[in-house]
């Protein structure tokens, strides 16, 4: 028998042959194409792992410095907390739980609940803080500010911001309620009001339902707009003579939201703690000084203070003067140099009483810390609305003015550290200068008065 192949079953073989060459080309090179997909996937996938983990990690460790913050604002305040607080926030939740120690602190460990984990623990102690967080805070009866007054910081009112004849807030000022009213002000900061007017300045944002009659260097959201220059976007619903340099929108999309009514930030049982805290010391008559240098404290001064001349009183505890303060022609009321960073308390009038805790400060009298940068001496009257509580003039000075209940009037270039009052006037060249060390000023002693803040890290 013939096997000789023919030709044309030679040329099947070979493209039988070729075709299992191919098929077993092509294999390899899927098989090696896959091993280098994975190769790549593989650690793309690990990084995507990687990173995702990260976002979770960072989420939970906000979250959980959120909780804290919660809980130190309240406790700071005043507000309600409960031994655990929860909270919500995009879909995750923090626990917060509250530890009382026998030495006064109080422990605060944050952990988000879920898969990724990490905790937050600050520690407290109840000490003497009061936080003064600006540089002026007015109550309901509003600020008055007139011929190149200044206020060096932010100022928070609960009444109106009344300015004439180039007076001027170097920081953000706010007026709040649903009707509070800032008017003829230089703003160099932002402003927040239901109105602003008067030819006023804004070198910030503006945030107000009424805009009218002021030039702002930034943004502005209102309800509506006139006879104004805004150098930024503009948010409003009606708008007549107003000329915009930045992005329009027309309505504006939001609600005008007013700034909160705040309250003081000493609180009455503070101050029946300092008055306790100085009667403990024992009751005096009268102090009247025109020379010489005297220590008194802790003590209260059943009468009144007067300091003239070139006396000079160094305060060693609390003092509580239950008739009138007078500083004049140089005199000098001091913290002695024992507070050390700490500082210190002077109060006059008792509570409810019109006619008694007027305080003076005239003729380049001074009231002085320690000698410490974060020691200040507060001067607090107690006189209620209605009359004068507070006077300083004529170069004097002072760290801290206080008449929650009260009126304070500042003028001629009397130079103060913060201000707050029911209702504060600031005229001629009046300055006032805010230190950053006052938004938690540290009393001596004393019971109440808010937290110290020890120690914040997280712990896993």
Request: glycine residues 12%.
């Amino acid at each position: 028998m013939n096997t000789k192949k023919t030709d044309s079953e030679k040329g099947q073989a070979l493209r039988h042959d070729s075709g299992q060459a191919m098929m077993i080309a092509t294999i390899l090179f899927m098989v090696v194409s896959i091993t280098i997909i994975f190769g790549l996937v593989g650690p793309a996938l690990r990084q995507y792992a990687s990173a995702s983990n990260l976002v979770l990690s960072r989420q939970s460790y906000f979250l959980a410095e959120a909780g804290v913050e919660d809980v130190v604002y309240r406790l700071k305040n005043g507000l309600s907390v409960s031994s655990t607080e929860i909270l919500n926030l995009d879909g995750n939740t923090a626990t917060t739980v509250i530890t009382d120690t026998s030495d006064g602190k109080k422990v605060i460990t944050v952990g988000e609940a879920g898969e990724t984990v990490r905790k937050v623990e600050t520690n407290l102690l109840l000490g003497v803080g009061i936080a003064f967080h600006y540089g002026v805070q007015v109550g309901q009866g509003g600020l008055e500010m007139s011929n190149f007054s200044k206020i060096i910081g932010n100022v928070y009112s609960n009444g109106n911001i009344i300015g004439t004849n180039s007076a001027r807030i170097e920081g953000t000022a706010i007026a709040s309620g649903p009707a509070g009213i800032i008017d003829g002000t230089d703003i160099d900061g932002d402003s927040w009001s239901h109105t602003i007017s008067g030819n006023s300045t804004v070198g910030g944002n503006a945030n107000h339902a009424v805009f009218q009659n002021t030039t702002v260097s930034g943004n502005v959201a209102a309800d509506s707009i006139s006879n104004c220059t805004i150098g930024g976007t503009a948010k409003y619903d009606t708008r007549s003579s107003c000329v915009v340099n930045g992005g329009i929108t027309t309505p504006n999309p939001d609600d005008f939201v007013p700034a909160a009514i705040l309250p003081m930030p000493i609180s009455e049982e503070q101050i029946d703690a300092w008055e306790q805290e100085a009667e403990a010391g024992g009751v005096v008559g009268d102090q009247a000084y025109s020379s010489g240098t005297i220590s008194l404290g802790p003590k209260k001064i059943d009468g009144d203070l007067i300091l003239d001349n070139t006396a000079e009183l160094i305060v060693t505890g609390t003092l509580w003067v239950t008739g009138d303060i007078k500083l004049s022609n140089s005199a000098i009321l001091r913290l002695d140099q024992s507070y050390g960073n700490s500082s210190g308390v002077v109060m006059a009038g008792i509570d409810e009483s019109l006619s008694t805790g007027y305080i003076e400060i005239s003729n380049s009298a001074q009231a002085l810390g320690s000698g410490s940068l974060t020691s200040y001496i507060l001067l607090l009257s107690q006189r209620e609305a209605g009359s004068t509580a507070i006077k300083t003039s004529n170069n004097s000075g002072a760290a801290i003015l206080y008449a929650g209940e009260g009126e304070i009037e500042i003028n001629n270039s009397a130079a103060l550290k913060e201000v707050t009052a029911h209702k504060l006037k600031i005229t001629n060249s009046a300055t006032v200068t805010y230190e950053s060390g006052l938004a938690n000023s540290n009393f001596s002693a004393g019971p109440g008065g808010g937290y110290d803040i020890l120690s914040w890290e997280e712990i896993e």
